[in-house]
């Protein structure tokens, strides 16, 4: 038996779930593992929409030879080269010699960089808006460079107005079953595990996201079928605002991250000090972070969520905290902007960490930097609770 789902009368996911993955990409935790998409559209011709990681290539072959039921494959469509997606090429050629290739000019290339098979005499490079005809339906290709990487592309199918959105619109995640995300309940958990992979996976590219959302725009969408992840057809223009906010890196909610980094606790307590002070000011949905706990993907996440993030660090020989200084950096890679900060530091002998953090900040686009920081000298004194309520005062007036 095979693990196969029906979606239309024509079309089957082949992909396959990995919940025993920790890292994806050897980076990020995915507690509820990973899914890697793959689909068999049946008509005239048929098509396999790519593959799957090189782990799970048995179980998919097997998978993609159920849903073509004895019918040999015609086209292998390759919208992205990532090995967790082409890793399984290969043994699909071997199986199905007669498939042509069908991709963007750069992922040729990459084919031949991982492979070492005959690309040449199976290839057709496709370029914006080349069209392939499977009978009934009818393949548009639309490129999507730099959506995660350069050769990248999406396909569009007429018919039954389904995009095959590569990396686009994915998320962290197996698939439970429920497919659909129309059959997930609890959306709020499924949204931020889908913020936490496109602000850490795609984060960087939201100029290219942007161009594609336009094309997008022009095109009837009915179904999404991502890479990752489950599959849209309901609710398409929420999941799209979403995508429009993160890629033009606006705040999805007037609140605030709060991420600490402290040793022995003094300004972990004013880091939670500072949020029940913001929470007393009417702001909600305040998330406050322990940077040495907490992977950076989880509050990069929550940053790309919220208009203001603290950042309140103890000096460290002479230094940012480590792993506020990975924060820092890992924010200034991602390329967040449009956001207020603001800055607590502490010393016990020479606070520098506010000015060293508002210089990777200063790197930053577009980070405006609160002047109401505040020092602690090694623990928090009475007589600073004005500083605080003042910092306090100025980030809530920042979300106005
Ligand atoms: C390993 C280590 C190195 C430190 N280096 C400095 C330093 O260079 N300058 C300084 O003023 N304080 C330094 N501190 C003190 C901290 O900045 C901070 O005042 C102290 O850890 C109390 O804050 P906490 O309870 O949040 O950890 C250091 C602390 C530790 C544990």
Redesign the pocket.
Known sequence: MNNIRKLTDSLFWVGVNDRRIALFENVYPVPTGMSYNSYVLLDEKTALFDTVDASFTHDFLENVTAALKGRTLDYLIVNHMEPDHCASIADVIAVYPEAKIVCTAKAVGMMKQFFDFDMDSRAIPVKEGDTISLGSHELTFVMAPMVHWPEVMVTYEKTEKILFSADAFGSFGAVDGNIFADEIDDKVAWLSEARRYYTNIVGKFGMSVQGLLKKAAGLEIRMICPLHSVIWREDLPWLIDKYLKWSSYTPEEKSVTIAYG???????KAADILAGKLADRGIRHISVFDVSKTHPSYIIADAFRTSAIVFAS??????IFCNMDTLLHQLAAHGLTNRTAALIQ???????TSKQMGEILGTMKNIHVLESDVT????LKDNQEAELDALADAIAASLQ
């Open positions: 402290s040793v022995y606790g003094h300004t972990e103890i000096t460290y020989n002479g230094g502490n010393g016990t002998w020479a606070a520098t602690i000298k090694s623990a």
